[in-house]
């Protein structure tokens, strides 16, 4: 068994803050070997016991938690900042993957203007609305269903008003979302319309009047 000098014993003691041990008097130390306790008798020195008496007197004597709440205090204050910081980091990450994912995806889009529209058509040969734009984010790893509408229903809120990216949605020849583009921004998309994949306007004479609602599948 070892016995810690009588100052370590002090500090221990102090900083376990039960009222039994304050009272600075004899105390049984015990020690498990197997199945046997054997235990030891030891008193603190006088001069040991007149410093303990002299900080309960003072007040001065710490409370049980008081080194945690010391150390907890300030770590929370540092945690708090490091996750904000963190958080912070994180955030702007995903935005400049997801800027950077929208301007792939439309590098990726436009590489097909002038391919024909085929209605039914799913490759680079021939393209109808949702088979084009289906392709296009095939192209980037992300999965769409195949449909105008199947599109729209799927995919997420514009939170924030459209961005590079997002899926444009129109009635044209069938009541609900019957076409689909690519808005790249300023008020235009790219789309399979017509007589191929071209470049539309929100105010052309064709699309002014048939928006129904644009939807997210970057960064979702």
């Not at 002090?10 to 197997?34: C, H, K, N, W, Y």
């Not at 409370?63 to 963190?86: C, E, F, I, N, Y």
């Not at 990216?165 to 998309?189: A, C, E, M």
């Amino acid at each position: 068994m070892r016995i810690e000098p009588a100052d370590v014993v002090i500090a221990a003691l102090a900083a376990d803050g039960s009222a039994a041990l304050r009272t600075p008097t004899t105390f049984v130390l015990d020690e498990q070997t197997g199945s046997q306790t054997k235990s030891a008798t030891f008193e603190l020195p006088d001069g040991a016991r007149a410093r303990l008496a002299a900080l309960e007197a003072a007040g001065n004597m710490p409370s049980a938690d008081a080194d945690l709440r010391m150390w907890g205090s300030s770590d929370a204050a540092m945690s708090t900042t490091k996750r904000a910081d963190q958080f912070g980091r994180f955030a702007r990450g995903i935005i400049s993957r997801t800027s950077s994912i929208a301007m792939s995806l439309t590098r990726s889009a436009m590489r097909f203007i002038g391919t024909p529209y085929v209605f039914g058509g799913t490759s680079p040969s021939g393209f109808d609305c949702s088979g084009y734009t289906q392709h296009v984010f095939a192209m980037l790893g992300i999965s769409l269903p195949r449909t105008a509408d199947a599109q729209y229903y799927a995919g997420k809120p514009t939170v924030g008003g459209m961005q590079m990216g997002d899926l444009v949605f129109f009635q044209t020849y069938l009541p609900g979302p019957s076409h689909v583009g690519i808005y790249l921004g300023g008020g235009q998309f790219v789309n399979s319309i017509g007589k191929d994949v071209h470049i539309d306007s929100f105010d052309s004479a064709y699309f002014r009047g048939r928006y129904l609602g644009a939807k997210r599948y970057l960064g979702t």
